[in-house]
């Protein structure tokens, strides 16, 4: 595991488009597909990262908070499920079960939607407004393992609020940190 910082895609750059499976129901998604009507939340993450695990229930939780809203939620993994297996579509579609996660888990195996909006750790979090412009890209919230920081999803969702209330969101955003993307041999990530 290696420390990495989120690229901070930039503000105001369209949702880059992808078609992905969703390892639950085996369907294959849009964006376009999956867009909120308000605002839609893009997440990189995977299965084994520590990071990840830190916040899933504060994750799923935000989802369930704002999907009556009319925000939508997508989750994606990108790693190499060749060399970490515990990131494959069977174990995603597992953990995506067990969680209850109330939004599709896509595998993105070429890794180039990864690449598409410069995602470089997990969880990595992107915010959309209704138009798919990107307002907000970073990270959840201060909460990282082993600190005694309590998970509250802060930063995501006051970005999310901003949206709703057709408000500027701040782009003083902090950059998201946890496991790099366990990028395949040969793939450049940038």
Sequence with gaps: ?????????????????????????????????LKGDKATVVMFICNHCP????????MVQLANDYLPQGVAFVAIS???????????????KQNAVDLGFPF??????????A???QAACTPDFYV???TGGC????????????????????????AIDGVLANQPVSTTQKPASGCNIKWKPGISPF
């Excluded at 990071?51 to 899933?56: E, R």
Aim: charged share 25%.
């Design 128 to 130: 959309f407004d209704g």
């Design 51 to 58: 990071y990840v695990k830190h916040i899933n229930e504060a």
């Design 1 to 33: 595991m290696s420390l990495t910082f989120s690229r901070m895609f930039a503000l105001g750059q369209q949702a880059p488009d992808f078609q992905l499976p969703d390892v639950v129901s085996g369907k294959q998604y849009t964006f376009n597909d």
């Design 115 to 117: 690449k598409a909006y």
């Design 78 to 92: 990108a790693n190499d499920a060749e060399a970490f297996p515990a990131d494959g579509p069977e174990m995603m």
């Design 135 to 158: 307002v907000y890209r970073g990270q959840f919230d201060d909460s990282r393992p082993k600190t005694d920081i309590p998970v509250t999803g802060n930063d995501i969702r006051a």
């Design 104 to 113: 599709p888990y896509l595998y993105d195996e070429s890794q180039l939607v």
